[in-house]
């Protein structure tokens, strides 16, 4: 019961306590309250509070209430945490920690993301190449272009015919002849006056 001392009165009716500390005492009963032996509270006062007078309860460090039901957490429960009893803190989904002040995100953040919490939700803030709830799909800032696929950050893997950083080169696994231009995979785009998959012909002058 540290906190208060106890002056036995003559009558043995009523005792005086006097808080030594006075912080920890409940709803305002600070100095020199009156502690009276035949008190009744009802409902009794919970978690090893002392009935002071009638229906007033004096709780014990770590609790508060009428009937000191509640239990106090120092530091408080962070992020909407409920006390339980003290020092005890039940945190919401998204957040851990004795006092509920770390954040946690389901399944992690991958790839160097961290999590933090955004408006009481807790998020994974990704490094600048990858996006996604749990960091997981990379950037290619470049685009993967002809059905590629972003693999890594800047990385795009291509389809069979398609090559280069964005998917952007087709190739033509025979070259086109007289300055034709691989267009698209095995086609070229040929240059006047020639012709043919590979543009090997000439066109007739008509
Ligand atoms: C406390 O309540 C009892 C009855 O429950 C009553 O007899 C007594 O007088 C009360 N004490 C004070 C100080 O009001």
Same mark, same amino acid.
């Given at each position: 019961?540290? =906190? ?14 006097? %808080? ?20 009744? %509270? ?53 957040? =851990? ?9 389901? =399944? ?15 998020? %994974?803030? %990704? ?80």
């Amino acid at each position: 019961m540290g =906190g208060f001392a106890l002056l036995l009165f003559a009558s043995s009716v009523a005792l005086v306590g006097v %808080c030594s500390g006075g912080s920890d005492a409940p709803r305002g009963v600070a100095v020199g309250f009156v502690f009276d032996l035949k008190a009744k %509270c009802e409902p009794p006062c919970e978690h090893a509070g002392v009935c002071i007078r009638n229906n007033t309860c004096r709780c014990s460090r770590g609790y508060e209430g009428e009937t000191c039901q509640y239990a106090n957490c120092y530091p408080k429960c962070k992020n909407g945490g409920v006390c339980l009893r003290p020092g005890k803190c039940r945190c919401p989904p998204g957040f =851990g920690g004795k006092y509920c002040h770390k954040v946690r995100c389901d =399944g992690g953040c991958w790839n160097g993301g961290e999590c933090t919490a955004v408006n009481g939700v807790a998020k %994974c803030i %990704c490094p600048s190449s990858w996006a996604g709830s749990k960091c997981q799909e990379a950037i290619c800032p470049q685009g993967c272009r002809n059905g590629g696929i972003c693999m890594a950050p800047g990385i795009c893997s291509c389809p069979v015919g398609w090559l280069g950083g964005a998917c952007h080169t087709a190739v033509c696994g025979r070259p086109c002849l007289h300055g034709g231009k691989c267009i698209s995979p095995n086609k070229c785009r040929c240059r006047h006056p020639f012709s043919g998959p590979r543009c090997e012909e000439r066109k007739k002058p008509h």
